[in-house]
C-alpha cells in the first residue's frame, strides 16, 4: 500500500490511471467517485503481550495512527510511532508484539495472530476512486472504470 501523497501525486503526473484515496481530490481536472468505506481499528498480538505504548506505522508519512486517534471521542493515548517497511511487516510486528496498530480491517489476514482492540470505536474512512477528467475516453479507460465502479468491494 502506497502512501496516499504519493498516489495523488502519480494521478496528476498520469504515472498512473487509477487510484484509490481515502479523501477526495478537489480538483477541476480530476473525477472521484465514492466506492465505500472502510473501518479502521487497533490491532494487538495475540500470543504476546504488546508494547501498549508503541504503535506501528508504515513509514513516517503514514498518519492512519494520528488521523485515528483525532477521531476518538475523550482521552487521546500518548504513544510512540515505530516504522515498518510495508503492511506485511507491520501485520508481522503486531503478531509478535512489537507493538500496536491502527489498521483497515478489511487488510487484517486470516489467520494472523492478531487481535483488535475493543477499547476504541472503529473508525469509518470513505474509499474514493479517482482518474483524470479527458474530453475522450478510451475503451480499455473505460472499461476499466465501470469494473472499478462495479466491483463488490466488501464494504460498499
Known amino acids: 500500500v502506497r502512501e496516499a501523497n504519493f498516489l495523488s501525486q502519480v494521478l496528476l ?3 498512473m490511471d487509477f487510484v484509490f484515496l481515502d479523501y477526495e481530490l478537489k480538483r477541476a481536472d480530476i473525477v472521484s467517485h465514492l466506492v465505500g468505506h472502510e473501518h479502521h481499528l487497533v490491532v494487538q498480538s495475540l500470543k504476546y503481550l504488546s508494547r501498549n505504548e508503541v504503535f506501528l506505522d508504515v513509514g513516517p508519512n503514514d498518519l492512519a495512527t494520528e488521523s485515528f486517534f483525532e477521531k476518538q471521542k475523550g482521552r487521546k493515548p500518548k504513544y510512540r510511532r515505530s516504522f515498518v517497511p510495508d503492511e506485511f511487516a507491520l501485520f508481522d510486528g503486531v503478531a509478535k508484539g512489537f507493538g500496536s496498530a491502527v489498521v483497515a480491517r478489511h487488510m487484517i489476514p486470516k ?16 474509499i474514493i476512486l479517482h482518474y483524470r477528467r479527458q474530453p475522450h475516453y478510451t475503451r480499455l479507460h473505460l472499461a476499466i472504470r465501470k469494473a472499478l465502479l462495479n466491483a463488490k468491494y466488501p464494504h460498499k
Open 13 to 15: 503526473s498520469s504515472e
Open 111 to 126: 489467520g494472523a495472530s492478531i487481535r483488535i482492540v475493543e477499547e476504541y470505536t472503529p473508525v469509518k474512512n470513505p
